[in-house]
């Protein structure tokens, strides 16, 4: 996601779609042209999760067809219900998703027939995530860095995570989340480290 | 709480492939709704990649979190994360310290504890001076002296930090008019600057007595300083100031941190009649949870 110079998200266009489009797209998530650009980029990067959830490998492209076809209706005077706009949205990537799932399904098969790593860990000389990794968890507070090694240590990691929801006083979810919102930062980390 | 727990379930079934389809058409519909269900999500599936590369997963749930998790390049780029993560965290290069809450059980130094000092430490010099050196500090100078921060004849091997070392030391609440206030001997007839309270949005509960805060009388505004540490990535906060017996006292959202001197903070200014003596919780909404502060308020009558 970009951000404009008020480090506020900055909407794209998806491709395919007019700027006609796009800017009626906006204005039917929000009045305010800033507000609707946040709200575009949170529906599209959830969008880029479900499709990948459900196993498609190219989501940010189901993503756009989703936008594309939405802003499709709305031209022809469809309105997005202000209580929930995401429900729409959900409805056609349903069709969305349908409509290409034997492309998925064929995908799939490819994807089956190998290539894919294996659950064994390469030694950390082959790993060329690792170095990039250690070098971004040299980077966190310490404190972070901490939580989130402990809480993926392999030994009796369950209850090493209940262990560490009750010394941090909160629920299990919580930490879940705590834990994820450090990963994403390693995930960024690594990706930029790794010059992608 | 179960509800919660039943997300768990729901979200792993959903992540496997295992939910009907009529169940994943309202969950993402629900997903794309709730932030908070959304992380949750992605915090699971994270832990199925992690699973899956530890070798945990049977088979066949192996081969779904491989189709479905990572098939495309972002997904790739997870796995490969959470392998590099358990390799990291079996084989740390430091052994992990034991994990303390993010945020500071208590801010220390507490800017109204500073304050408390910094008094303390110019009424000792003040004394001090006097006593020691009673013919060379007129006692119409002391207050100029003190509010201009000069030195003040101290004797050879009791040096007391002057204002300004104390102030270099300690990390002080952006309140000049308090500060100027605190120094000065002499009453004023001018409104009171707010009364400030920093509470730190601790998550370990249980282990420390609620803070009581004495305001002092005439204060007409409070000032609740929290310490954001380990929330900086939060742009935007609710907060509520609640008590057993009244309910919410005071409650405002789109608040966004300050940088105070001492750190990032959530400033809330309360009007000092919405507290009367009593108990109370400042409740933060951080996103994801709600952290949440009990202090005690003695309103002070002379």
Redo the contacts between chains.
């Keep these: 996601m970009t951000r404009a110079e008020n480090g506020l998200p900055r909407a794209i266009k998806p491709p395919g779609l007019t700027c006609e489009g796009f800017e009626a797209l906006l204005a039917q998530l929000d009045s305010d042209r800033e507000r609707a650009g946040e709200r575009y980029e ?2 599209r990067r ?2 880029v ?2 499709f ?8 940010e492209d189901l993503t756009d067809e989703t936008f594309n076809r939405v802003a499709r209706k709305l031209a022809e005077g469809t309105e997005l219900r202000s209580s ?1 706009p ?2 729409y ?2 409805g056609v ?2 069709l969305v998703y349908k409509e290409v799932l034997r492309r998925c399904s064929r ?2 098969r490819a ?2 027939a190998g290539g ?2 294996s ?3 390469p030694s ?1 000389a082959e ?1 060329p ?2 170095a ?3 070098r971004c ?1 040299d980077g966190l507070p ?14 009796g990691h369950i209850q090493n995570r209940q262990t ?1 929801a009750r ?5 299990l ?2 930490l ?6 450090i ?2 930062k ?2 960024t980390c ?2 930029e480290g790794l010059g ?1 | ?1 179960d509800w ?1 727990l039943q997300n ?1 379930e729901l979200l792993r079934n ?2 496997l ?1 295992d939910l009907p389809e009529d169940e994943v ?1 309202r969950l ?2 629900q ?3 709730d ?2 269900l ?10 199925l990649l ?1 699973a ?4 945990e997963l049977d088979a066949a749930q ?2 779904r979190v ?16 959470a ?11 430091t052994v ?7 945020r500071r059980a208590a801010p220390a130094p507490r800017p109204v504890i500073r304050w408390a000092a910094l008094a303390a430490g110019i009424l000792i010099a003040v004394v001090g001076a006097l006593w020691l050196a009673p013919q060379a500090v007129r006692q119409s100078g002391v207050r100029s002296k003190i509010a201009d921060n000069i030195s003040i004849p101290v004797k050879q091997n009791a040096p007391i930090p002057r204002s300004q070392d104390v102030e270099k030391t300690l990390p002080q609440p952006d309140h000049s008019t308090q500060q100027n206030e605190r120094a000065s001997t002499k009453p004023t007839a001018e409104a009171k600057p707010p009364f400030v309270i920093a509470l730190s949005l ?5 282990a420390e007595e609620i803070e009581k805060f004495p305001i002092p009388a005439g204060t007409s505004t409070v000032e609740i300083q929290l310490d954001l540490e ?1 929330l900086e ?1 939060l742009k935007s906060f609710h907060a509520a100031v609640r008590s057993k017996d009244r309910g919410t006292v005071w409650e405002k959202g789109g608040l966004a941190p300050k940088r105070l001197k001492w750190g990032s903070a959530l400033v809330l200014k309360i009007p000092a009649e919405d507290l009367p003596s009593g108990r109370y919780e400042v409740a933060v909404d951080a996103g ?2 709600e952290l949440i502060h009990p202090f005690e308020v003695v309103r002070e009558t002379r």
């Design positions: 949170i529906i959830k969008l999760r479900l990948e959830w459900r196993g498609c490998d190219t989501p929930d995401y429900g949205f959900c990537a349903h995908e799939r994807v089956e894919w790593p659950p064994e860990s950390e790993d995530h690792l990039c990794l250690r968890l310490r404190d972070q860095r901490d939580l989130v090694l402990r809480y993926h240590q392999e030994e560490l010394e941090l006083g909160i629920p979810n919580a879940r989340i705590r834990v994820h919102r990963r994403r390693l995930e690594v990706h992608h | 709480m919660k768990d959903y992540l492939g058409d993402e519909r997903l794309l709704k932030d908070e959304f992380k949750l999500g992605e915090a699971i599936e994270a832990e992690a899956y590369a530890r070798g192996g081969e491989l189709h479905r998790l990572a098939s495309s390049a972002a997904g790739q780029a997870r796995l490969a994360l392998r590099s993560l358990n390799t990291a965290a079996s084989n740390p290069q992990p310290a034991p994990v303390v809450p993010l601790a998550t370990l509960r249980g380990g990535d994801t949870e």
